[in-house]
């Protein structure tokens, strides 16, 4: 987890016409939000790997993930993620589904 990723899931939270038919009222989506976070290891990020993506604004994702040697990125936004000029191998670019649904 890093600052800007941090913020866009603030953002995304408290955007109340997303959840327009909630499964998770306000204040569960807040205890939904701060349980992921205690789960979270905070990263400083010391190498920007740029230009890469063609939406900048995606960037510090791949950042974020290969300065915590994750092993994939889960996204709903494939085709941003797919098309970066670095190719990086060990990391996977998965839908919610497929990784749901992928062998442990």
């Not at 408290?14 to 909630?22: A, E, I, N, T």
């Not at 939904?32 to 979270?40: E, I, M, T, V």
């Not at 996204?75 to 990784?99: A, R, V, Y």
Request: proline share 5%; aromatic share 12%.
């Amino acid at each position: 987890m890093g600052e800007k990723l941090f913020f866009e899931y603030e953002a995304l939270a408290s955007r109340s016409r997303l959840f327009d038919s909630p499964s998770l009222n306000e204040q569960e989506r807040r205890e939904f939000l701060d349980g992921f976070y205690s789960l979270c290891e905070w990263l400083q990020i010391s190498y920007l790997w740029r230009p890469n993506l063609s939406d900048e604004g995606d960037n510090h994702v791949i950042e974020l993930a290969l300065a915590g040697a994750a092993e994939a990125i889960i996204t709903n936004n494939l085709s941003d993620f797919k098309g970066g000029e670095l190719k990086f191998p060990h990391l996977k670019i998965l839908t919610p589904k497929q990784f749901l649904e992928a062998p442990i």
